[in-house]
């Protein structure tokens, strides 16, 4: 069982005479019914059967749409529901299905994501063959809101199989997306739940944390699928910069997972890699859809991350980009007076 700690729930382990399948695909929801559909048939595609597999929605109390008519529709008793009696937070949501997984193995795959054919199929093939590896994860590929495939996750590796010198890649940079990452249920005992510290970035933090401790296996085949639209946590957290912020908290605990010689090096390289990052992505991405506001509090929150003059020659890039936008709007605008 896991050390007492502040911060992080601990996750007992699963009754000794209670039933305990090799798989718990647990299912977070809040007000994504209507993506919800296409998670589950996702993992119907897939069951092996209620021995091998416990599937079950947790929903937070969700005000604007039904998933448990999505559930009983789609699950026909095969899907186990759960709602919480109250909002309790995407991170509270997150402990109570870590809790509620019986399975060795745990897979929590968001109501709005899904996986792909032969996905549970090979994870659990990786998990067998090497029986010391804490989790397991894939490439994957971002999706909009209309399940269109955007773009694919960096590649690893070039081969399935253990990653090399993972811990220093991941404390640097966020790498892996939550519906792509199985964990073995005793690493969660082991290592609590996810850090209540943190509103964004628990799960990077958490597999930092895993991968601190334990070896981590790669897929190379793309088989999950992750989904980026306005109402994700995400696209509200742009809007405000509490994604930045976040991370820079995060990066304080990470410095515990890190070895002393180098924790310094790589954590610098964490914020810059950010502070870079949210200016010439989530800095533009808000101007785009025409929130100036959105778009000066990324870059302002970016430079609290880091002022490397990598950040400033970014930042210098994407000032001198609006300002060009905002010279040929100006004149189309004055052009098209003329006419």
């Known amino acids: 069982m896991s050390e007492q700690h502040p911060y992080r729930a601990t996750i007992p382990p699963v009754p000794e005479k209670a039933p305990s399948p090799l798989w718990s695909v647990m299912i977070p929801t809040y007000n994504c019914a209507k993506y919800l559909r296409e998670t589950l048939k996702s993992v119907l595609a897939q069951d092996p059967g209620a021995e091998v597999m416990q599937i079950e929605v947790i929903d937070d109390c969700s005000t604007k749409d039904d998933p448990q008519a999505v559930v009983e529709e789609l699950g026909r008793g095969r899907v186990g529901f759960y709602r ?166 995060c990066i304080e605990i990470l410095k515990y997972y890190l070895p002393p010689t180098e924790a310094d090096e790589l954590l610098s390289q964490c914020r810059e890699d950010w502070a870079v990052y949210a200016v010439s992505c989530y800095a533009r991405e808000m101007l785009d859809l025409g929130d100036i506001n959105a778009a000066l509090i990324q870059v302002q929150e970016a430079l609290k991350c880091s002022k490397s003059m990598k950040v400033i020659r970014q930042l210098i890039r994407f000032v001198r980009s609006v300002a060009i936008a905002q010279i040929k709007r100006i004149l189309r605008t004055a052009a098209q007076s003329l006419v």
């Open 84 to 249: 919480q009696s109250e909002n309790v937070g995407h991170t509270r949501n997150f402990e109570t299905c870590l809790k509620r997984a019986r399975g060795k193995l745990i897979h929590q795959l968001h109501g709005d994501d899904c996986v792909r054919d032969g996905f549970y199929r090979k994870i659990q093939r990786a998990f067998e063959q090497n029986p010391d590896i804490g989790a397991a994860f894939c490439r994957y590929i971002y999706m909009d809101e209309h399940s269109h495939w955007q773009h694919i996750s960096m590649l690893e590796q070039t081969e399935s199989g253990i990653l090399n010198n993972w811990l220093e890649k991941i404390a640097v940079k966020q790498r892996i997306q939550t519906p792509s990452i199985v964990v073995r249920r005793e690493v969660y005992e082991k290592l609590g739940g996810f850090d209540n510290r943190l509103s964004w970035v628990e799960d990077w933090e958490m597999w930092v944390r895993i991968a601190a401790h334990y070896s981590v296996w790669y897929e190379v085949e793309p088989l999950a699928l992750y989904r980026t639209h306005s109402a994700s946590n995400t696209g509200r957290y742009l809007r405000t910069g509490e994604n930045i912020r976040d991370v820079c908290r």
